[in-house]
């Protein structure tokens, strides 16, 4: 069966020390993955996507950067942190072998700039 | 552009009586729509989903959705309510996107059951 991890689950952080958050899936192979933040508890936002390894597709310009230097690696990092950048960030994968198939969200993270 | 949405951002509902949690959507072609829970500090749950068929679809923990093409709906109801199913509940739609499919969220509505 396939499992998604993501860490850390907090991170408290000063405003301009940079930031790593870890996704990994098992269990599949060529998945696409996602990164998502919500604000506030409520709507999520599509921050990065990702086909394949190296291929990554912002959806919003941002203090933030994705990359997957492995096939089921996915970090979302940042150089300097803003105060805007605190959130729920989730990642979320999904199979590439089937139509219509479901997106999986691992557990969050959660994110404050201090 | 395509999208979906959720009208209400707060839905009340007393333990054992009906729910409809509504959602709508604007897409080109055929739409795959999807329903998570979200319990708090937690990730989404993926509840059920539309590809094609049958539009009385069910789901986990006694969900059910129904996909309505002419009024480009997809509600999420259950028939009684329960004071565990108090949760945020997003909607989703995938879209084509280039050579790759995204999924878009609604802004999500806030189940509160009452006992």
């Known amino acids: 069966s396939q499992t998604i991890h993501q860490w850390p689950a907090t991170l408290v952080q000063p405003v301009g020390s940079p930031l790593s958050l870890e996704c990994t899936v098992e269990?599949?192979?060529?998945?696409?993955l996602y990164w998502y933040r919500q604000a506030a508890g409520r709507g999520l936002q599509l921050l990065f996507y990702?086909?394949?390894?190296?291929?990554i597709s912002s959806e919003v310009p941002q203090n933030l950067s994705a990359s997957r230097p492995q096939d089921r690696q996915f970090i979302l990092s940042s150089k300097k942190l803003l105060l805007s950048d605190s959130g729920f960030y989730l990642c979320?994968?999904?199979?590439?072998?089937?139509?219509?198939?479901?997106?999986?969200f691992g557990e969050g993270s959660w994110l404050t700039v201090v | 552009a395509q999208s979906v949405a959720q009208p209400e951002d707060q839905v009340n509902v007393a333990e054992g009586n009906p729910l409809t949690v509504k959602c709508t959507y604007s897409?080109?072609?055929?739409?795959?729509l999807f329903w998570y829970v979200q319990y708090p500090n937690r990730g989404l749950q993926f509840l059920l989903k539309?590809?094609?068929?049958?539009?009385l679809v069910k789901g986990s923990y006694g969900f059910e959705a129904e996909f309505n093409k002419s009024q480009t709906s997809f509600h999420l109801k259950k028939p009684s309510a329960l004071v565990s199913d108090s949760a945020l509940y997003f909607c989703?739609?995938?879209?084509?996107?280039?050579?790759?499919?995204?999924?878009?969220f609604g802004s999500g509505t806030r189940l509160s059951i009452r006992p």
């Open positions: 979320a994968w999904r199979s590439w072998e089937r139509v219509g198939n479901t997106i999986y």
């Open positions: 269990g599949t192979s060529n998945p696409n």
């Open positions: 990702s086909v394949g390894i190296g291929q």
């Open positions: 897409v080109s072609g055929n739409p795959y």
């Open positions: 539309y590809i094609t068929g049958d539009n």
């Open positions: 989703a739609v995938r879209v084509k996107y280039s050579s790759a499919s995204k999924i878009i």
